[in-house]
Each structure stands twice: as C-alpha cells, then as structure tokens.
C-alpha cells in the first residue's frame, strides 16, 4: 500500500518562501514520476510540477515557472518542492500524487496515489 504525507504548508506573506515536502511509503517508490498539483476553492485541481523516476526531467505550470522548483530523493522516499516568490494567487491546497508512468503527466487521472494535501495561504 502507498502512503504519501505532505507537509511544509502555512502562511506566508508575499514575496515569501516555503517548501514542501512529500513522504512516501510503500515499494517502488523510484520507479515512478511524481507531481505536485493544487486547488483552489471553487477550482479544479491542477498540475504545478511534475518529476520523473529520475529526477532527471521535469515539468512546471506556466504560472509557477522560474519561481518554483520540484525535487525528489529516491533514497529517502521525498519529494519536495521549493516555492520561492509566492503570490496570492499560489494560496491552495497542495496535493503531492504519484503518477502511474516514470514521466509526469498533466492529468489528474494519470496519478494513482494521493496525499491528503497541505494548506499554503499567501497573504498580500
């Protein structure tokens, strides 16, 4: 069974830094990508980032581009994402999923697994 427990959220003013991180428990955790997604209140949950098995190749949201940067350690199970500059319009909830192939996807559908995500209000 796979497990994934993010942790990292809070509040933070604009302009400010947090990182998050994702622990994952359960076999094979280095054979398949991982990504960070988001919601808001009222909208769809989106992709922010994605990494593949490696950690070799990776993807961002046009919105998060430059500001973000995702990261995993295969042997410690984590994956991590470092967000820098933030906006109000990054507050959300943070979901770290695992995806069902070695490369990220954008579609929710493509991820298996699911954490119970992590609250980020950025205040202006």
């Known amino acids: 069974q796979v497990q994934l427990v993010e942790s990292g959220g809070g509040l933070v003013q604009a302009g400010g830094s947090l990182r998050l991180s994702c622990a994952a428990s359960?076999?094979?955790?280095?054979?398949?990508?991982m990504g960070w997604f988001r919601q808001a209140p009222g909208k769809e949950r989106d992709i922010v980032a994605g990494?593949?098995?490696?950690?070799?190749?990776?993807y961002y949201a046009d919105s998060v581009k430059g500001r973000f940067t995702i990261s995993r350690d295969n042997a410690k199970n984590m994956v991590y994402l470092q967000m820098n500059s933030l906006k109000p319009e990054d507050t959300a909830i943070y979901y770290c999923?695992?995806?069902?192939?070695?490369?990220?996807?954008?579609?929710?559908?493509?991820?298996?697994?699911w954490g119970q995500g992590t609250q980020v209000t950025v205040s202006s």
């Open positions: 990494i593949n098995w490696s950690g070799t190749d990776t």
């Open positions: 359960g076999r094979s955790f280095g054979s398949y990508a």
């Open positions: 999923a695992r995806a069902k192939f070695v490369v990220p996807r954008v579609n929710p559908n493509d991820y298996g697994y």
